[in-house]
Every structure is written in structure tokens, then in C-alpha cells.
């Protein structure tokens, strides 16, 4: 069974703070793996696809990496802007038409 | 570009009551797909349309829970009767041609007590 796991469950930074959140999955054959974004009372966000192991993307102070049992996402220098929920998804390549098995997400919450 | 719309955004009723949610996809998007949100969970897909077709409902509780999607554009996710355990977030999202680029909608909050 695809299984999607993220740590910490929670990570309190101050601001300038760099560090780094986990989401190992299991799925059989990947045919993406997905970071979102989500405030409070708000729909997720979308942020980054990765494809294949070694890839990575960026975008402003955040970087994502993936390898073929985990991927992380960097937080370099956050600002109290960057505080919220970030989840991560997987889309296993035995799947035909876009179905996301989603972790339970890492609260962050960045101090000044 | 309009995003996903939902309404209503909160929702109060007794366990045993019965409750509709909407969804506006993104205009032009063929996929509709509505999650679930467990309070401390991730999103749980329940049901996913391609047009008006549905392409998969295998974890939607069927004996409360349907949907349907009216000439491929908006749809409705209902409870009857609802239980204490559906109280949650639900979420709509809709995707065009890649279903690697979900949008999501701000979600209806239903509180059941």
C-alpha cells in the first residue's frame, strides 16, 4: 500500500533560521511527488513536482530535493511569511488518472 | 484566472442531519476531484470526475456519502446522514489536461455534532 510519512510533525524556527522538512513515501513506481502549501482556512497551494531521483527545484527560500525513498524541503533563511502547513504528495505510476496520496503535512511556524 | 470556488464555507448540523457542499471548477478544467481533511491529517481523496464521468470513488463511503457532476462543469458532494467522524474540511480541486497540476478551492469547514 502507497504510504506517505512526514516529519517533524511541527517545527518552530526564528526567523533567519534555516532547516530542512522530511516526507519519505512508498509507493509502487513514482510517478510524482508533490509539495503543497496550506494557511489556515485556505485550499492547498501548489509549489513543486519532481519527477526522477537526483531532481530539484527552487523557488525563492525554498528548495525541494528528491531521492527513490524521500524527498526535503529546504527552508533557507525563512521569513514570517513561510510559516505554515507544508504537505507532501505522491502519485504512483500504476495510476492512470491523477490520484494524490497525500502526508499529514509539518506545521512551521517562523518567529521574528 | 478565476480560481476554484466552493461554498458554503462553514457548515454547522446535528449528527444525523443531511448537507450538500458546491463546487465551481477552475472554467475549461475536465477533472474534478473532492478530499477530505481530517484535522491534523492530510487531504483523502474521495472521488474524482473526468467530465461527468467518475474515474474513481473507491474510498468514498458510499452508503452516506454521493456526488455528481452536472454536464461536466460544477458539482455536489452530499452527506445523508451525517456521523460525529464526518467533521472535517472538504475540498475541491479541479486539473485540465495534467493531473499533476491540481488547483484547490478554500474548502467548506463542516462542523457535525
Known amino acids: 500500500e502507497d504510504q506517505v510519512t512526514q516529519s517533524p510533525e511541527a517545527l518552530r524556527l526564528q526567523e533567519g533560521e534555516s532547516s530542512s522538512l522530511n516526507c519519505s513515501y512508498t509507493?509502487?513506481?513514482?510517478?510524482?511527488l508533490f509539495w503543497y502549501r496550506q494557511d489556515p482556512g485556505k485550499g492547498p497551494e501548489f509549489l513543486f513536482t519532481l519527477y526522477s531521483a537526483g531532481e530539484e527545484k527552487e523557488k525563492e527560500r525554498l528548495k525541494a530535493t528528491l531521492t527513490k525513498k524521500e524527498s526535503f524541503l529546504h527552508i533557507t533563511a525563512p521569513k514570517p511569511e513561510d510559516s505554515a502547513t507544508y504537505l507532501c504528495?505522491?502519485?504512483?505510476?500504476?495510476?492512470?488518472?491523477?490520484?494524490?496520496?497525500f502526508g499529514a503535512g509539518t506545521q512551521v511556524v517562523v518567529t521574528p | 484566472e478565476a480560481g476554484v470556488a466552493q461554498s458554503p464555507r462553514y457548515k454547522i448540523i446535528e449528527k444525523r442531519q443531511s448537507v450538500a457542499f458546491w463546487c465551481n471548477p477552475i472554467?475549461?478544467?475536465?477533472?474534478l476531484y473532492w478530499y477530505q481533511q481530517i484535522l491534523g491529517q492530510g487531504p483523502k481523496l474521495l472521488i474524482q470526475?473526468?467530465?461527468?464521468?467518475?474515474?474513481?470513488d473507491s474510498q468514498l463511503p458510499k452508503d452516506r456519502f454521493s456526488a455528481e457532476r452536472l454536464k461536466g462543469v460544477d458539482s455536489t458532494l452530499k452527506i445523508q446522514p451525517a456521523k460525529l467522524e464526518d467533521s472535517a474540511v472538504y475540498l475541491c480541486a479541479s486539473s485540465s489536461d495534467d493531473p499533476n497540476e491540481q488547483f484547490f478551492g478554500p474548502g467548506t469547514r463542516l462542523t457535525v455534532l
Open positions: 509507493v509502487s513506481g513514482l510517478r510524482g
Open positions: 470526475f473526468q467530465n461527468n464521468g467518475v474515474v474513481d
Open positions: 472554467s475549461g478544467h475536465a477533472t
Open positions: 504528495a505522491v502519485r504512483a505510476a500504476t495510476d492512470s488518472w491523477g490520484k494524490f496520496q
